[in-house]
């Protein structure tokens, strides 16, 4: 039953035996990734298309739920791997986005090939129709699939036309109810900040 439990402030799932009243938390998701440089001037990443719903065929940079018992880099290594076939070393957090409306929170981490002495390999996990490295030149050649990642792309190109001066970007993006995930001209960024 939905109750507001004694030191809560809203309504929750209570179970209806007093001798449990346990309290079911429906909580935000968080999804994990990276955007990984391939070439020494931050200009070259990794993309790759959707092989799955929501917005297959469309492209994306290798991110997914995290899992229980992994930290936020972790699942984004994980990812990545899984959806590239790729091994990374995480550098650094990158953008942290917030999308309320659906219960999600991105982290994506800047990541590089975690062997930079080999060429760089990556291929097509099973949620992946094609991979691809692309200049940040030429994003605009392909169609994003979330908003999330289209404002971290565009925060990335920023700081890598920045002399290469990387921040850490945070902001809430507030989508028109109804709107599709790869809408780009549905939804605002707000609250925006970085350092």
């Given at each position: 039953?939905?109750?507001?439990?004694?030191?809560?402030?809203?309504?929750?799932?209570?179970?209806?035996?007093?001798?449990?009243?346990?309290?079911?938390?429906?909580?935000?998701?968080?999804?994990?990734?990276?955007?990984?440089?391939?070439?020494?001037?931050?200009?070259?990443?990794?993309?790759?298309?959707?092989?799955?719903?929501?917005?297959?065929?469309?492209?994306?940079?290798?991110?997914?739920?995290?899992?229980?018992?992994?930290?936020t880099?972790?699942?984004?290594?994980?990812?990545?791997?899984?959806?590239?076939?790729?091994?990374v070393?995480i550098?650094?957090?990158?953008?942290?986005?917030?999308?309320?409306?659906?219960?999600?929170?991105?982290?994506?981490?800047?990541?590089?090939?975690?062997?930079?002495?080999?060429?760089?390999?990556?291929?097509?996990?099973?949620?992946?129709?094609?991979?691809?490295?692309?200049?940040?030149?030429?994003?605009?050649?392909?169609?994003?699939?979330?908003?999330?990642?289209?404002?971290?792309?565009?925060?990335?190109?920023?700081?890598?036309?920045?002399?290469?001066?990387?921040?850490?970007?945070?902001?809430?993006?507030?989508?028109?109810?109804?709107?599709?995930?790869?809408?780009?001209?549905?939804?605002?960024?707000e609250?925006?900040?970085?350092?």
């Open positions: 039953m939905q109750a507001i439990p004694p030191t809560e402030d809203r309504l929750r799932a209570v179970c209806t035996n007093s001798a449990c009243a346990q309290v079911h938390y429906v909580n935000p998701k968080m999804v994990v990734g990276t955007i990984v440089a391939c070439d020494d001037s931050y200009e070259k990443i990794l993309l790759v298309k959707r092989a799955n719903e929501p917005c297959k065929g469309l492209w994306t940079v290798p991110a997914g739920f995290m899992e229980l018992g992994e930290s880099a972790d699942g984004a290594r994980r990812e990545t791997a899984e959806e590239a076939l790729c091994d070393d550098v650094a957090p990158f953008i942290h986005l917030d999308l309320p409306a659906i219960g999600q929170s991105y982290v994506l981490f800047r990541a590089q090939p975690a062997d930079t002495t080999a060429p760089f390999s990556f291929g097509n996990g099973s949620e992946t129709e094609e991979s691809k490295i692309v200049h940040i030149d030429d994003l605009h050649q392909y169609t994003l699939a979330f908003t999330a990642v289209s404002v971290a792309l565009e925060k990335y190109a920023e700081d890598v036309r920045n002399e290469t001066k990387f921040r850490v970007h945070h902001g809430t993006i507030t989508k028109r109810p109804g709107a599709l995930p790869s809408d780009m001209s549905a939804f605002k960024l609250k925006y900040i970085c350092s």
